[in-house]
């Protein structure tokens, strides 16, 4: 019996996954509201919707999509044959550079559009925590407060304590909503408690 030593295997070299400056802006609201974030590469796109679900206060509720180019990805639930499964598809696979857009729909009875741009692709600092938002402006909106044709009425409305709907909508934006005010701190921490627990 004639016996061949094994050739050791040749490792792959370790891919450390980028960091991504992303700034990532609601559409069709003046003044802006918007959120600029640092996140993994390695994170995928249905990732990525969470940390722009927390970093607006969005709470989750509906569907959502997100286009780049011809190309479009969805939750696993939504179920089109057409689209990619967002869960399968990671921010670095995507061939991102600075000035890369792409566009992000959540609740397609809201019709929450947001224009999403690369700002830079860095290398990842070992002692930072992702996701992280580094800027913004504005309080995000509440959850299904109509969209955003209907978002301005809303604030009117909550300005106006003598509006006969005031109340309502106090109660359904909650005690401590103010539109103009937007907390990184506070941002930061829901962050890092969703994504590092």
């Avoid at 993994?40 to 990732?47: K, P, Q």
């Avoid at 206060?57 to 286009?67: D, M, T, V």
């Avoid at 109660?171 to 930061?188: L, M, Q, Y």
Wanted: aromatic share 12%.
């Amino acid at each position: 019996m004639i016996r061949r030593k094994a050739k050791p295997r040749k490792r792959r070299p370790l891919r450390i996954p980028p960091v991504f400056e992303m700034r990532v802006a609601l559409r069709q609201i003046k003044p802006p509201i918007w959120r600029q974030l640092l996140i993994y590469g390695s994170t995928s796109l249905h990732g990525f919707h969470g940390a722009i679900q927390e970093a607006f206060g969005w709470q989750n509720y509906h569907l959502y999509e997100f286009r780049l180019g011809a190309r479009r990805f969805e939750a696993p639930e939504q179920d089109e044959a057409t689209d990619e499964d967002a869960t399968d598809v990671l921010l670095m696979d995507l061939d991102l550079k600075p000035g890369t857009t792409l566009q992000y729909t959540y609740d397609f009875g809201d019709d929450w559009e947001h224009d999403i741009r690369v700002i830079t692709v860095r290398a990842h600092d070992p002692g930072a925590v992702y996701p992280y938002c580094v800027d913004g402006a504005r309080a995000g909106p509440p959850e299904d407060c109509g969209g955003p044709h209907a978002y301005q009425e809303f604030l009117d409305i909550l300005a106006d304590p003598k509006h006969p709907e005031h109340r309502e909508r106090r109660e359904w934006a909650g005690p401590h909503f103010s539109p103009e005010v937007f907390d990184i701190r506070a941002t930061n921490r829901v962050l890092e408690l969703a994504f590092n627990e």
